[in-house]
């Protein structure tokens, strides 16, 4: 089994800054991709930003310029620095990764969430 953990989020007023951290534990071969996703109240799960083992990272448009993903493999934790946050990126932040067994078969685990809220 493998548990992801998230932390870092909170209150935070528009134009302020947040960092999320997520941290994978358990057994497992090695993380390949790890990734950041969040959901506002109604709305589906949309993806925020990706990065590959190898530090490939992938942004949504709404996050591009604003958001920065890293990872520290050797932690086995990827974070995501969140600057000028506005109102509409009030969500839930769910850190999601996909771990490879040592059989080499492919999961994809999910964190429990973290609140984010963008307001004055």
């Known amino acids: 089994q493998v548990q992801l953990v998230e932390s870092g989020g909170g209150l935070v007023q528009p134009g302020g800054s947040l960092r999320l951290s997520c941290a994978a534990s358990?057994?497992?071969?090695?993380?390949?991709?790890m990734g950041w996703y969040r959901q506002a109240p109604g709305k589906q799960r949309d993806l925020v930003a990706t990065?590959?083992?190898?530090?490939?990272?992938s942004y949504a448009d709404s996050a591009t310029g604003r958001f920065f993903i890293s990872r520290a493999n050797a932690k086995n934790t990827v974070y995501l620095q969140m600057n000028s946050l506005k109102p509409e990126d009030t969500a839930v932040y769910y850190c999601?990764?996909?771990?490879?067994?040592?059989?080499?078969?492919?999961?994809?685990?999910w964190g429990q969430g973290t609140q984010v809220t963008v307001s004055s």
């Open positions: 990065i590959t083992r190898d530090s490939i990272t």
């Open positions: 358990g057994s497992f071969f090695r993380i390949d991709t």
């Open positions: 999601n990764s996909r771990v490879v067994d040592s059989d080499i078969h492919e999961y994809d685990y």
